[in-house]
């Protein structure tokens, strides 16, 4: 739905990457941008705003806010910020950068959402697409909240490629005509309830928002195993073709009821007439990527790729090379007997439980950071099977001490070093030291990844005995 923004004013709130991205497409595209951040703007990004003659403004957003035929907004600006208020009193249109992306989008486009589980099936989507367009020619492009925005490699697309584009529920709340031809809800799960003011419905509504603009030519698929969305899903008319996956029971399906499932260690895709075997677990399950959860996630992309029309041949090729995202569940090394994983992505308790989950003996387990209001409660029974010694960092070290002091020997760390050499003195023969901090990071890091990188810089630097 391309539109014509010859003489329009817009205002792009936050100069962040996706800001940046979004003012840069509607500024090329023949629109008069502001671009307005609250913070400070990086030099750099400054001459490069510059020199595409994008007006900016830091410090603060003034009055030229307002004056706007419509707002782009950053996902990571709250609904209740007062510049989003004033928009609104206004009347001023408000827009996410998926949204106005989507008006410039030539390709057909995969959307992944959920808790967790949406880096790793994007990832495997786009591998999957990557590789059949190689013998179709077309090419995939992996957007969104996996780090690149869908604002940057839009214009490049054509009508014969894929964008497959990871959606975050800040990212989905401002889109009103976005349209995927294929949609994924990988789960929902308590998450982000700060923002939603502690509301799961509302946080499961900025989800659904996925789906909000699908026809009867488009498919969502969705995980069945996950509470929330079988309740939400079962016996409900919807103009688009439904398809569960899951590893239990599966009862659901759509116009041609296709199913993805486990059927013992076989994943199979059942329709009326018959079943379609794709592969055993065995040939993709290794050391750096395994666990339940990710037997979903292989599921959900099956299923993607199903709809797409990629064959079982290159789902079989593709899925045997696939070793895993960084910092989810990541390999990093064996020291003295001792595998050690990075999963620093593990930023909420469900996370944090799938890694426990995932580990085949016990562990040493670091946790911790900026809380979200855990309830540590639910994992006192895997911690206590799981769990030899728990080291706990961060601004919810006291909350971790007092939740699992009682059935398993916790330690405070100074810092993420810290945190480290006290595992390493700690882990025995055979066992997993896991970094699943089941925390923000922003008490301690800027984000998910540095974290992750200084927790595997902090274990190479170790020396085995």
Known sequence: MAINLSGKKVSVIGAGISGIAAAELLQAQGAAVLLSEFGRIGADDILRLQEQQISIEQDGHSEKVYDADFCVISPGITQNAPVVKTLESKGIPIFSEIEIASYFCKARIVGVTGTDGKTTTSTLIHRLCEANGLQ????????????VPFSSKVLDMNPRDIAVVELSSYQLERCCSFRPDVAVITNITPDHLARYEGDMQRYA???????????VADTLIYNEDDPLLREHFSGKFFPFNLVPFGMDSVQGGGIDRRIVLLDGERIVVRI????????VISDFLK?????????????????AARALGISNEIVRSVLSEFNGV??????????NGACWVNDSKATNINAMRQALEAVP???????????????YNSLAGLVRKKVSLLIAIGESQGKIVSSFEAIVVVKKATSLEDAVLLAYEAAGQGETVLFSPGCASFDMFANFEERGIKFKQCVHQLQPC
Do not use: W
């Not at 009326?272 to 592969?279: A, I, K, L, Q, S």
């Not at 960084?326 to 020291?335: A, G, I, K, N, P």
């Not at 003996?361 to 309830?375: E, F, M, Q, T, Y």
């Open 136 to 147: 179709n020619d077309y090419r995939s492009f992996s957007v969104g909240n996996i780090g």
């Open 361 to 375: 003996g016990s562990c040493v387990l670091i946790a911790g950071g900026r809380d979200k209001g855990n309830d």
């Open 287 to 303: 050391q750096s990527f395994r666990g339940r959860h990710n037997i979903s996630n292989v599921l959900a992309a099956i299923a």
């Open 326 to 335: 960084e910092h989810r569940q990541e390999y990093v090394t064996t020291l």
């Open 205 to 215: 509504a900025a989800k659904f928002r996925i789906y909000a603009n699908q026809g």
């Open 272 to 279: 009326p007439n018959g079943e379609d075997e794709v592969m």
